[in-house]
């Protein structure tokens, strides 16, 4: 009987502990644990909010390639950067043949082309049956190099592309291309701007600093050169005078030499960049021919201008043109 008496008082009381003590406690802290996590929450929300607020804005550029490939530059001499479906061989006439297909974009070929850098290549294209055929990937090919050369690095591309074919091989065409620099100029241009990102490495690691270092060594190597301002070019000369390698063994340049030393220099560095051509409009109201550069740091696009950075032979670096991403009185060529 009072082994029956002992339990029902054990139980009364464990069930008043229950209710009276231990259950609103560990309410208690259980509300306190949720209101502890969604002050967390909050917190962690607001630093995503306070973050992307301070993105630099997108350009229209980076808008447009959201979905496309990386700004980032691949050297032409590096394999890695070149397609494994197109193949290299020796023609019967000794002569380097590409074999490659119709569904190979034409940025993948003339990459390639870059890559050999030879003035006679042969091209064995499978998918081409008649002359039509030829013609119109050959017209195809051509426009596209035309219009990608800001793609295409301009220290490895070629001023002239001719093309013919024996009518009893509509597939394999007989190519010859008129380089800009020879394979030792582009060796030295590589050392030069190997050597220039290796000092700026060693300043800073920070690649934003980084492109700042290049824009400033840029405006601080090359002068510009008024003799050649005026000199309207035709397509076989368009990047000769105005190039990294005339800026390098004469220190003076137009704006598509400032642009390509400076984006040989991000090469080196390995941060992202392309080539703008366009125009921007004098204060006269004249649309003038430019080109400056787009930059991609640390998944921030802006544009740079290197030549305006010299301030047309001012002794200081102007640095708003540094980093914009409005092109104000600029106009981007369509691409």
């Known amino acids: 009987?009072?082994?029956i008496f002992k339990i029902v008082i054990t139980f009364i009381l464990s069930v008043l502990l229950w209710n009276v003590i231990l259950?609103?406690?560990l309410e208690n802290i259980e509300l306190g644990q949720t209101t502890a996590l969604n002050v967390v929450s909050g917190v962690v929300e607001e630093k995503i909010r306070s973050s992307s607020k301070k993105e630099l804005p997108s350009t229209p550029l980076a808008q447009n390639r959201e979905d496309q490939k990386e700004l980032i530059y691949m050297p032409i001499s590096e394999k890695s950067a070149?397609?494994?479906?197109i193949k290299v061989e020796k023609d019967k006439d000794d002569v380097t043949l590409l074999r490659f297909t119709t569904e190979n974009s034409y940025e993948e070929v003339l990459r390639y082309l870059a890559h050999l850098h030879?003035?006679?290549v042969n091209l064995h294209i499978d998918g081409i049956k008649t002359k039509e055929d030829q013609e119109k990937y050959m017209d195809g090919l051509q426009e596209a190099w035309k219009n990608n050369k800001a793609y295409l690095d301009p220290r490895e591309s070629w001023s002239g592309m001719k093309w013919?074919?024996?009518?009893i091989q509509p597939y394999k065409i007989y190519l010859e291309m008129d380089f800009v620099l020879t394979a030792d100029e582009l060796v030295y241009l590589d050392k030069v701007f190997q050597e220039k990102a290796e000092y700026i490495r060693s300043k800073t690691s920070d690649?934003?600093?980084q492109a700042e270092f290049a824009y400033q060594t840029t405006v601080k190597d090359i002068e510009y050169d008024d003799s050649s301002a005026g000199v309207k070019l035709g397509v076989q000369e368009s990047w000769v005078p105005r190039n990294a390698y005339t800026a390098c063994k004469t220190g003076t340049v137009v704006c598509s030499g400032y642009v390509d030393y400076y984006n040989g220099?991000?090469?080196a560095l390995e941060i992202g960049n392309l080539s703008v051509e366009g125009v921007y409009k004098n204060n006269k109201g004249e649309s003038i021919p430019h080109a400056w550069t787009e930059v991609k740091a640390q998944d921030k696009y802006f544009y740079s201008d290197p030549t305006f950075g010299d301030g047309y032979r001012n002794s200081d670096v102007v640095w708003e043109w540094f980093s914009f991403t409005e092109l104000k009185d600029r106009v981007e060529d369509e691409r």
């Open 1 to 3: 009987m009072k082994s």
């Open 164 to 167: 013919s074919y024996i009518d």
């Open 23 to 25: 259950a609103p406690t």
């Open 118 to 120: 030879e003035g006679r």
């Open 207 to 209: 690649p934003v600093k």
């Open 82 to 85: 070149l397609s494994n479906s």
């Open 265 to 267: 220099i991000l090469d």
